[in-house]
Nanobody, 125 residues
Framework: QVQLVESGGGLVQPGGSLRLSCAAS????????MGWFRQAPGKEREFVAA????????HYRDSVKGRFTVSRDDAKSIMYLQMHLLKPEDTAVYLC??????????????????WGQGTQVTVSS
């Protein structure tokens, strides 16, 4: 059974950096696309970034382009989200997910098959 476990969240000042990790197990991830989403209190879950495990293609929401980078370590089955120049509006629970619905579906959280438990990112002075 596929399991996803996030880590790396925390409290950081505006302008700071964090790296989130999503450790994946229990599946052949070359057939998956993996995504990062975030959810702030009272708000809907929103897409942040995604990577196609097989070839490393990436996609980002506009507000994080140039600040966030998604990557994966195929040997360790870990997906990363490197976040720089963090802003208070980046504060949320960050979740990783895995979908077999194809690259065209990576922004649709409801098409994801598996989710991690989430990790809190708080950007505040």
């Amino acid at each position: 059974q596929v399991q996803l476990v996030e880590s790396g969240g925390g409290l950081v000042q505006p302008g700071g950096s964090l790296r989130l990790s999503c450790a994946a197990s229990g599946g052949n991830f070359t057939t998956y696309s993996m995504g990062w989403f975030r959810q702030a209190p009272g708000k809907e879950r929103e897409f942040v970034a995604a990577i196609k495990w097989s070839d490393g293609s990436t996609h980002y929401r506009d507000s994080v382009k140039g600040r966030f980078t998604v990557s994966r370590d195929d040997a360790k089955s870990i997906m990363y989200l490197q976040m720089h120049l963090l802003k208070p509006e980046d504060t949320a629970v960050y979740l990783c997910g895995a979908t077999r619905s194809g690259w065209g579906a990576v922004m649709a959280w409801y098409l994801y098959n598996y989710w991690g438990q989430g990790t809190q990112v708080t950007v505040s002075s």
